[in-house]
């Protein structure tokens, strides 16, 4: 028999944990900020987004305030950092990078045609407790950096 993992739940306690003064709240949109790719997947150039942080953290600046990144697909590293993120660490492990993120699964997918391309880069995005930062800052970089990649659509890899 399977456990379920209450997800939310542990979130919350997470946070409470940590100190913050109220829960979590996760965010929600009345209109999803998504739309429909305008060309097949098979001709569409996809850029990879992930949650996790350079190995040698260096997407911190001089406050230690973490910030998005960029990394060439070609050069990425066999770790990435994950101790920081909040994830069920007694059921899983993060050594196996393709599993959040997945560069050769796609190249395979390429190789089969069943995806057009792959953006030269690769994209980490901090996990922040702020929305307010997230949909002001770090969203709108992650958009910069896909479109100046020729990105079409995007995978989002969350740890």
Same mark, same amino acid.
């Given at each position: 028999m399977t456990e379920t993992v209450r997800y939310m739940e542990r979130t919350r306690d997470y946070y409470r944990?940590?100190?913050?003064?109220?829960?979590?709240?996760?965010?929600?949109?009345d209109d999803v900020p998504f739309a429909r790719l305008d060309k097949p997947l098979s001709q569409a150039r996809i850029g990879l987004v992930t949650t996790a942080s350079p190995p040698d953290l260096g997407?911190? &600046?001089?406050?230690?305030?973490?910030?998005?990144?960029?990394e060439a697909i070609s050069a990425a590293p066999a770790k990435l950092f994950t101790d920081n993120l909040a994830w069920d660490k007694e059921s899983t492990h993060t050594d196996d990078r393709a599993s959040f993120l997945p560069v050769e699964a796609l190249q395979e997918r390429m190789a089969e045609g069943m995806v057009g391309g792959?953006?030269?880069?690769?994209h980490g995005?901090?996990?922040?407790?702020?929305?307010?930062?997230?949909?002001?800052? &770090?969203?709108?970089?992650?958009?910069?950096?896909?479109?100046? &990649?020729?990105?079409? !659509? !995007?995978?989002?890899?969350?740890?």
């Open positions: 944990a940590l100190g913050y003064p109220s829960d979590y709240v996760w965010a929600h949109f997407n911190r &600046d001089a406050s230690g305030q973490r910030r998005v990144w960029s792959l953006a030269e880069r690769f995005v901090p996990t922040e407790y702020s929305q307010r930062k997230t949909m002001e800052i &770090d969203a709108p970089q992650v958009l910069e950096r896909l479109r100046a &990649d020729g990105a079409d !659509a !995007a995978l989002l890899s969350p740890l």
